[in-house]
């Protein structure tokens, strides 16, 4: 029996799996709760439970692919055969058009060691600058707006389980019932202790109909939303002024930029009723603990970082963030979403959140990797604008893809996937044959979550252990292996570890003094505590479960407000296009899919678009009939679920599925590089 954490969401629940190993005589292992394990003390969804699905997979892949020249085909070969041709094929490319030739491509479902060591692998063996991952498409808005406002983005800046003392808890863009139901019971806690929950949401999902209040705006308002509810609570006074003036710089242009968002303005840009507006911000104004989470929803525009920044203004004027049971934080969405985001696979940073154009960073960091700092690359491109340049003149000719499905998960994903096909070179690493492997020309075979030993860290900045329990087919590697059987061929004189427990010692000494300090934190400490929260800069420091209490991460200590302006979405309906699109998730699927869709027991109904009973009476399709959704990058034919939930200028698709991303706007935001997923404008007719 090990005790370990699932493959899937920022949750990270923990679980036991039995042996269900050859030494046992079993056939396959099975998942049974782990409830010491405070997160989700026993409580899985069925994702979780179903998690051994892929372990033993007829569609596994167990050995190195390479793409045969002449016929085009996949064909099987050895190890050193495969590796050899992709060190080779980047030492040509890079020798005929430079270093950032080769790019790479990680993910945020990565363990912290590969996450590591694959930024340590481009900008040391590779000496590309060219590495961005998926994590810029899932909370980078958030991780922007926090940085700026606190000093330092940590998703959840205290545990998940204080939103149950809160008086009132605000959830913008989250639908956490359907993407972490086990967090859903914090809720109903929440309520049986007296308080309210709102929820912020163009459709009404399964967690809006667990809300106090439900507020419905047209997607792409958020902001607007925000802007009027901190107008309400300042004319109501409500603000917190001792906090305001102890705690935070900023507030007076703030103050006049909100000073013209009137309820009315608000409800003629939002569609939200300037009542509702009111009662919100007199439910705000008079409770103790506040606490506003953000998510996808309000994150993934191209306004994304200005969006959370409104509701973040909104908490500081309450003074709510640092206050017990009450602040601001963003529900990170990928298993390794926080930890991904930390230690250098992006591309304008190095471990411990240090910024890779800082040249104290830089020193630090070369001196932990022993070259010389010089030798570091700058920051590269973010991950849209990465695979937007792949194969043109003057953007990357190869590219190495860890952990990440992009032909399902990019937005204006028909123009990727051409991007890919541009490439001279395209290696994926992953345990089945993705969308995106399909199309390389190298495929790499890897271990997966309970066959491998690694940490990660949670949407609250737990740092959690996962653990080997299973032996892996004979065939696949570990990522850890490849990057140091490449770095090796590619000539890299620096130590590239393949043990994961030695990979995080080192990221130990690289995150040292760093925003995100892992110097504290040992494999056994993990074990014996259930979890250490960074920051934990020594061996003797508790971590931070709860950050901000004191003081904010700025060198005086306070937060900041900035004052952001409302700014439609970068696509909106017209007569071509009159509806709006706005894309998520379902229960029973993960991301891109390529795990959840192949595990048997999960129902997998494929692509499926949400249209109010209005719209489909106006368009003339019923309920299972195909429509055909089209927008300026590309078009779907799609069933019809009709549904009351959503409003009636609005359609949803899922984008599990090939699918919703031909349709998705890859307009970015300015500060995240964030691209719009959550809103365009869509023409829905009979096929
Ligand atoms: Fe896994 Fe997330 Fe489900 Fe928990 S909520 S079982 S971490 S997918």
């Given amino acids: 029996?090990?005790?370990?954490?699932?493959?899937?969401?920022?949750?990270?629940?923990?679980?036991?799996?039995?042996?269900?190993?050859?030494?046992?005589?079993?056939?396959?292992?099975?998942?049974?709760?782990?409830?010491?394990?405070?997160?989700?003390?026993?409580?899985?969804?069925?994702?979780?439970?179903?998690?051994?699905?892929?372990?033993?997979?007829?569609?596994?892949?167990?050995?190195?692919?390479?793409?045969?020249?002449?016929?085009?085909?996949?064909?099987?070969?050895?190890?050193?055969?495969?590796?050899?041709?992709?060190?080779?094929?980047?030492?040509?490319?890079?020798?005929?058009?430079?270093?950032?030739?080769?790019?790479?491509?990680?993910?945020?479902?990565?363990?912290?060691?590969k996450s590591y060591l694959l930024g340590k692998f481009a900008r040391v063996a590779l000496g590309t600058s060219q590495i961005d991952y998926n994590g810029r498409w899932c909370m980078s808005s958030a991780a922007a707006a926090g940085a700026r406002a606190f000093g330092v983005d940590r998703g959840l800046p205290f545990p998940l389980a204080d939103i149950e003392q809160a008086d009132v808890l605000v959830l913008v863009g989250s639908n956490l019932a359907e993407t972490m139901p086990p967090a859903a019971r914090h809720l109903a806690r929440l309520r049986e202790n007296?308080?309210?929950?709102?929820?912020?949401?163009?459709?009404?999902?399964?967690?809006?109909?667990?809300?106090?209040?439900?507020?419905?705006?047209?997607?792409?308002?958020?902001?607007?939303?925000?802007?009027?509810?901190?107008?309400?609570?300042?004319a109501g006074g409500f603000l917190d002024e001792e906090y305001v003036a102890q705690r935070t710089v900023g507030f007076e242009a703030v103050r006049d930029s909100v000073t013209a968002w009137w309820p009315e303005r608000v409800e003629r840009v939002s569609?939200?009723?300037?009542?509702?507006?009111?009662?919100?911000?007199?439910?705000?104004?008079?409770?103790?603990?506040?606490?506003?989470?953000?998510?996808?929803?309000?994150e993934q525009h191209a306004t994304g970082t200005d969006t959370v920044l409104a509701w973040i203004n909104l908490a500081l004027a309450l003074g709510a963030p640092g206050r017990p049971f009450a602040g601001y934080g963003c529900l990170t969405g990928q298993g390794n979403?926080?930890?991904?985001?930390?230690?250098?696979?992006?591309?304008?940073?190095?471990?411990?959140?240090?910024?890779?154009?800082?040249?104290?960073?830089?020193?630090?960091?070369?001196?932990?990797?022993?070259?010389?700092?010089?030798?570091?690359?700058?920051?590269?491109?973010?991950?849209?604008?990465?695979?937007?340049?792949?194969?043109?003149?003057?953007?990357?000719?190869?590219?190495?893809?860890?952990?990440?499905?992009?032909?399902?998960?990019?937005?204006?994903?028909?123009?990727?996937?051409?991007?890919?096909?541009?490439?001279?070179?395209?290696?994926?690493?992953?345990?089945?044959?993705?969308?995106?492997?399909?199309?390389?020309?190298?495929?790499?075979?890897?271990?997966?979550?309970?066959?491998?030993?690694?940490?990660?860290?949670?949407?609250?900045?737990?740092?959690?252990?996962?653990?080997?329990?299973?032996?892996?087919?004979?065939?696949?590697?570990?990522?850890?292996?490849?990057i140091a059987g490449l770095a090796s061929r590619l000539g890299a004189t620096a130590d590239f570890p393949t043990d994961p427990a030695t990979v995080f010692e080192e990221l130990r000494r690289a995150s040292a003094g760093g925003k995100a300090d892992y110097a504290g934190i040992t494999w056994e400490r993990i074990e014996e505590e259930g979890g250490v929260f960074w920051p934990c800069p020594d061996l003797t420091h508790p971590g931070t479960p709860r950050m901000f209490a004191e003081e904010f991460a700025h060198p005086d200590g306070r937060a900041r407000f900035h004052a952001v302006e409302h700014r439609g979405a970068a696509e909106v309906p017209d007569a071509d296009y009159p509806v709006y699109l706005t894309t998520g998730r379902?229960?029973?699927?993960?991301?891109?899919?390529?795990?959840?869709?192949?595990?048997?027991?999960?129902?997998?109904?494929?692509?499926?678009?949400?249209?109010?009973?209005?719209?489909?009476?106006?368009?003339?399709?019923?309920?299972?009939?195909?429509?055909?959704?089209?927008?300026?990058?590309?078009?779907?034919?799609?069933?019809?679920?009709?549904?009351?939930?959503?409003?009636?200028?609005?359609?949803?698709?899922?984008f599990h599925w090939v699918g919703a991303n031909l349709l998705t706007n890859d307009a970015l935001d300015p500060t995240s590089r964030m691209p719009e997923f959550k809103v365009c404008a869509v023409a829905v007719s009979a096929p």
């Fill in 1 to 113: 029996m090990t005790t370990t954490h699932c493959p899937y969401c920022s949750l990270q629940c923990g679980m036991r799996l039995t042996a269900g190993d050859r030494l046992a005589g079993q056939a396959a292992p099975e998942v049974t709760p782990w409830e010491e394990f405070g997160v989700n003390q026993g409580a899985l969804c069925r994702k979780g439970w179903t998690a051994t699905g892929l372990l033993k997979h007829r569609e596994r892949l167990t050995t190195p692919l390479l793409r045969d020249r002449a016929s085009g085909e996949l064909r099987p070969v050895s190890w050193e055969e495969a590796l050899d041709v992709v060190a080779s094929r980047c030492a040509e490319l890079q020798s005929a058009h430079g270093a950032d030739a080769v790019a790479v491509f990680g993910g945020g479902g990565l363990t912290n060691e």
């Fill in 194 to 234: 007296g308080g309210k929950v709102v929820v912020v949401d163009p459709r009404l999902t399964p967690t809006g109909e667990l809300a106090d209040e439900f507020v419905q705006p047209v997607p792409g308002t958020d902001l607007a939303v925000a802007l009027g509810l901190l107008h309400l609570v300042v």
């Fill in 271 to 298: 569609g939200v009723p300037a009542s509702q507006l009111r009662e919100l911000a007199r439910m705000l104004g008079e409770a103790e603990r506040v606490v506003v989470l953000t998510a996808r929803g309000a």
């Fill in 337 to 482: 979403g926080q930890g991904g985001r930390e230690h250098g696979q992006k591309a304008d940073q190095l471990p411990g959140y240090r910024m890779i154009d800082d040249p104290a960073a830089r020193e630090h960091v070369a001196g932990v990797w022993g070259v010389v700092p010089d030798s570091l690359p700058g920051k590269g491109r973010s991950a849209y604008e990465l695979l937007d340049a792949l194969g043109t003149e003057a953007g990357p000719k190869a590219m190495l893809v860890f952990g990440s499905n992009i032909v399902v998960s990019a937005p204006n994903a028909r123009q990727v996937s051409q991007r890919l096909d541009a490439l001279d070179l395209l290696v994926v690493a992953d345990i089945v044959m993705s969308e995106t492997a399909a199309r390389a020309h190298v495929v790499l075979p890897i271990t997966q979550w309970s066959e491998e030993d690694g940490t990660m860290t949670n949407l609250e900045g737990r740092v959690i252990r996962r653990k080997r329990a299973l032996t892996p087919p004979r065939g696949v590697r570990s990522d850890l292996d490849i």
């Fill in 586 to 654: 379902v229960l029973a699927q993960y991301q891109s899919g390529a795990q959840t869709r192949r595990v048997r027991e999960l129902p997998d109904q494929g692509p499926f678009v949400e249209l109010h009973p209005m719209l489909a009476g106006r368009i003339g399709v019923a309920e299972g009939e195909p429509v055909r959704l089209s927008t300026r990058r590309g078009s779907l034919r799609v069933p019809v679920r009709v549904v009351p939930t959503i409003r009636p200028d609005t359609v949803f698709v899922p």
